[in-house]
């Protein structure tokens, strides 16, 4: 299997389940994540409309372990 990331623009991202988090409230002010292939789409779902960006399986694991530690709470 390859992991040469694909053009985002090249793939069709119709058939995709878009998930998005528990947190958001159900509102459309979060990011959500789906599986195109091998790979994760990442997307704003304010703008579904738009080309989702596309991440590698270890890429997306790397994000939410950092998340987890808090390499990312000065943001918030």
């Not at 985002?8 to 979060?30: I, T």
């Not at 703008?47 to 890429?59: A, G, H, I, K, S």
């Amino acid at each position: 299997m390859s992991t040469t990331k694909p053009v985002p623009a090249e793939l069709d991202f119709v058939d995709v389940v878009w998930e998005k988090s528990p947190f958001s409230g159900g509102h459309d002010n979060c990011v959500e994540f789906g599986v195109v292939g091998a790979f994760i789409a990442v997307r704003d779902s304010k703008r579904p409309e738009q080309t989702p960006l596309v991440y590698t399986r270890d890429e997306i694991r790397a994000m939410v372990q950092g998340a987890k530690a808090g390499a990312f709470d000065h943001l918030a």
